[in-house]
Nanobody, 125 residues
Framework: QVQLVQSGGGLVQAGGSLRLSCVTSGRTFSTLTMGWFRQAPGKEREFVVGISWNGLRTDYANSVKGRFTVSRDNAKNTVYLQMNSLKPEDTAVYYC??????????????????WGQGTQVTVSP
């Protein structure tokens, strides 16, 4: 069993920045593909970014390209999401997720096996 514990998030004005963190335990972190998703009220869960086990491959949703940066520190079992130039439409609950398929880099939430508890990000105009 893998546990994912998220931190970060909160309220920020448009144009501001936030960083989310997600610490994992229960499985060798470096074998996991990691992803970030978000869900706004009344909307489906949406892919934000994925990062490969070694951090060398990433895949961003078009809506966040150039503004968000994902990274991971396998020594700390942690994945990060740096969010810059935030917009009100980025407001959502953000979730980190882990895929046991080491070599996958997938934007389909159904292919992820473990999920963090979610953290609210609110961007005011």
């Amino acid at each position: 069993q893998v546990q994912l514990v998220q931190s970060g998030g909160g309220l920020v004005q448009a144009g501001g920045s936030l960083r989310l963190s997600c610490v994992t335990s229960g499985r060798t972190f470096s074998t996991l593909t990691m992803g970030w998703f978000r869900q706004a009220p009344g909307k489906e869960r949406e892919f934000v970014v994925g990062i490969s086990w070694n951090g060398l491959r990433t895949d961003y949703a078009n809506s966040v390209k150039g503004r968000f940066t994902v990274s991971r520190d396998n020594a700390k079992n942690t994945v990060y999401l740096q969010m810059n130039s935030l917009k009100p439409e980025d407001t959502a609950v953000y979730y980190c997720a882990a895929d046991r398929n080491t070599f996958a880099l997938d934007n389909d939430p159904t292919n992820y096996d473990y999920w963090g508890q979610g953290t609210q990000v609110t961007v005011s105009p």
